[in-house]
Nanobody, 121 residues
């Protein structure tokens, strides 16, 4: 079925930057939203940045002003450029996509396997 494949993540120093990318693939589908969530140990999974179908973008308060999300509709990809990272950004980051099959009409929320981002002091 539909899958999302993540790339990026790793270890970065405080104040540095890194880039996360995600691509959706699989059977024919319509993409309604795509972006990134994160989850730190002991915390709930929270939104970082998502691009919606209408082109609007939702950023968390923490991400706003530091990170930028962009998308390529033709390739069903999103990229999260993380800038000025802080130790509290340390978490597992999950690619998120909300899709609908154009064949069956079924709607799905698809999650990536997660990629670790660790920010050192």
């Amino acid at each position: 079925q539909v899958q999302v494949v993540e790339s990026g993540g790793g270890l970065v120093q405080s104040g540095g930057s890194l880039r996360l990318s995600c691509a959706a693939s699989g059977i024919i589908f319509r993409l309604y939203a795509m972006g990134w969530y994160r989850q730190a140990p002991g915390n709930q999974r929270e939104l970082v940045a998502v691009i919606n179908r209408d082109g609007s973008i939702n950023y968390s308060d923490s991400a706003k002003g530091r990170h930028n999300i962009s998308g390529d509709n033709a390739q069903n990809t999103v990229t999260l450029q993380m800038n000025n990272v802080r130790p509290e950004d340390t978490a597992v980051y999950y690619c998120y996509a909300q899709v609908r099959s154009v064949v069956t009409g079924s709607r799905f929320t698809v999650w990536g396997q997660g990629t670790q981002v660790t920010v050192s002091s």
